[in-house]
């Protein structure tokens, strides 16, 4: 028989030490960089041109009505605000907003509804398999491992050769098995900023559709590339073809909110009925978790969408965006013909084709941080650090 004192029991002090995320390492390593003229280039959140994150306008005006106007700061439930959620509809579905067959639910930003997405999926399957493009944004594979989900790779972008590898995508898709779920980036693509046009997007649908494979389209960008509704178009034709779809979308970005973490999660399937049994399972598997989402944020949104001249503002808030962003990689497009490549694509992200050893010494003589990948924010960085950046980066190339 075993004594109490043969066991020597594991403690807190056993656990082995972490990696830490290497984006968050980077972001460390440049607040910890002394020099003045520094560009953090490796941190993911939008930058005006002088190199802030403000929070919008109409988001300080909702935040000033919300502390005037609320009665209450009781229990919500796990479908947290369930107005927020409606209001977001004709936004991220357009056409399909009164499709009775997709349903939704607050959650805490657009990892909450990855998770929770993945929660679902494995309650369904825990043998599914999720395919993800390579590369994607590093955050992914870890929730997906976090529940159980085996993953398979498929080809999306070429770094060096700066273009997606649309027919080997292709290729992996049609090999799927039915029933693999098959991740895809609404739009702006972390970390490539490579977006499918719309051919491609119809030929992906189809091929999920023959496949009887399940989409799962990440949305955490949008109105960042082209417009609202150009950002959702390739989602938008996979509700039109697909019984079944999952969503995860975040408010993060595109209302300036990170740090609030306003997200929702979104399911479509054959019947109003399924769909309704499928969210119950959603809702158990959001009570397990954080029982139900934080309000602020998805409250100061709400308020926003709901006043006609507040969602009016923020359109021109959110275009405002848009347009640096856009700006941005016109100017480093222009600046060198290998970097052409970036003035065609969207978001706040690109890969530059360089070396680790490129981007460390870009990172000790420049001053300049960007992730080992050679993904960086086009939008990291102020206007007045522009030019700098770019002959930086020229030098770089040039050797
Ligand atoms: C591709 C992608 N999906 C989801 C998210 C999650 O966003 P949130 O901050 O709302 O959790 C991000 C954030 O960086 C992202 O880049």
Sequence with gaps: MLDRTDVKAKGLADLPPVESDSLLQLIALAEADPRSDKIDVGVGVFRDGSGRTPIL???????????????????????GDKRFTELL????????????????????????????????????????????????????????????????????????RTTILFDDMVAALSE???????????????????????????????IIVEGGLIPFVDIAYQGFGRGLNEDAHGLRGILAACDEVIIAQSCDKNFSVYRDRVGSLFLKTGSAEASSRAMAHVHQRAREMWSMPPDHGAAAVHIVLEDDELRAQWHVELDAMRTRINAVRQRIAAAHPMLTFIGGQYGMFSMLPVSKEQVLRLRENYGIYMAD??????????????????????????G
């Design 89 to 160: 509809r004709p936004i991220l579905l357009g056409e399909h907003a009164y499709d009775e067959r997709i349903v939704g639910l607050q959650t805490p930003g657009g990892c909450g509804a990855l998770r929770l997405g993945f929660e679902l999926i494995a309650t369904i399957n825990p043998q599914a398999r999720v395919l993800v493009g390579t590369p994607t944004w590093p955050n992914h594979p870890p929730i997906i491992r976090s529940v159980g989900l085996e993953m398979a790779a498929y080809p999306y972008y070429d770094r060096d």
């Design 57 to 79: 306008q109409v988001i300080k005006q909702a935040e000033r009505r919300l502390v005037e106007t609320q009665a209450s700061k009781s229990y919500l439930g796990s479908a």
């Design 373 to 398: 990948s050679g993904r960086f924010n086009v939008v990291g960085m102020s206007d007045e650090q522009i030019d700098r950046f770019v002959s930086a980066i020229a030098e770089c190339i040039d």
């Design 176 to 206: 799927a098995r039915p029933g693999d779920v098959v991740l895809l980036h609404g739009c702006c693509h972390n970390p490539t900023g490579a977006d499918l046009n719309h051919d491609q997007w119809a030929k992906v649908t189809r």
